[in-house]
């Protein structure tokens, strides 16, 4: 079945840098549209970073970018998100995401703390 896993969150003070993974299993990440969300104590989830199926193009929210980038390792079936310039209001559980036909897929989320 689809699974996402993800990993490498934890403590950052702020200007420091996060390498996040998500693990997929039960399809081919090269095959359709991955995503990063994040959801803050008290905000809703929001979109982060996407990347396309097959042409690799990327987008990201307005206050992500110049210091996130997401990517993809088919041979790891893995996506990643690369975080720098960490700053405060970054702090949030960043969640993976994809949707195969109707139905979206989450992972269990990792926590992600910058804090000086």
């Known amino acids: 079945q689809v699974q996402l896993v993800e990993s490498g969150g934890g403590s950052v003070q702020p200007g420091g840098s996060l390498s996040l993974s998500c693990l997929a299993s039960?399809?081919?990440?090269?095959?359709?549209?991955m995503r990063w969300y994040r959801q803050a104590p008290g905000k809703e989830r929001e979109l982060v970073a996407a990347?396309?199926?097959?042409?690799?193009?990327?987008n990201y929210a307005d206050s992500v970018k110049g210091r996130f980038t997401i990517s993809r390792d088919n041979a790891k079936n893995t996506v990643y998100l690369q975080m720098n310039s960490l700053k405060p209001e970054d702090t949030a559980v960043y969640y993976c995401n994809t949707r195969i036909g109707l139905i979206q897929y989450w992972g269990q989320g990792t926590q992600v703390t910058v804090s000086s």
């Open positions: 990347i396309t199926s097959f042409g690799d193009s990327t």
């Open positions: 039960g399809f081919t990440v090269s095959s359709y549209a």
